[in-house]
């Protein structure tokens, strides 16, 4: 999302763009639907702007979306202990989930990481 629409930012630092990240919500809702009704697909759409959510080991377990882990919708999902057409995890909008861990100090961290890669933003 950084580099799509160029907005490094957390929303606590800038609350006037976090209707332009909403939007980008609404986009990717409507491009999922056809994932949502499938017979065989599931999809885990969170809401939280972290990177790389099965990057860091908290994010794969912690962070929940309905009140399931990313690691256990895969499991089921991949399993077929649940079937595909319930396999569905939809957020709630940005930042009405408190497993989210997109705090300020967390994305400082992550700034400051990749403020190695600025040379492909112009």
């Keep these: 999302l950084w580099l799509i629409y160029n907005l490094r930012f957390h929303p606590e630092q ?3 763009k976090l209707p332009k990240l ?7 809702l409507a491009i999922t639907q ?13 809401s939280c702007y972290i990177h ?3 990057m860091f ?15 256990d919708a895969f499991y089921k999902w991949y399993s077929r ?6 396999a569905n995890y939809f ?8 497993s989210c861990p997109w705090t300020l ?3 400082n961290k992550v700034t400051q990481r990749l403020k190695l890669y600025d040379f492909y933003v112009e």
Excluded: H, M
């Excluded at 949502?36 to 999809?43: A, R, T, V, Y």
């Design 14 to 16: 800038c609350p006037e």
């Design 22 to 28: 909403q939007e980008w919500r609404e986009k990717i």
């Design 34 to 46: 056809k994932v949502s009704k499938s017979e065989k697909d599931g999809i885990f759409l969170p």
């Design 52 to 54: 790389s959510l099965t």
């Design 57 to 71: 080991g908290y994010t794969w377990t912690d962070y929940l979306v309905a009140g399931t882990s990313l690691r």
């Design 81 to 86: 202990k649940t079937p595909a057409a319930v």
């Design 91 to 98: 957020d709630q909008p940005y930042p009405n989930n408190p």
């Design 105 to 107: 100090e967390f994305y």
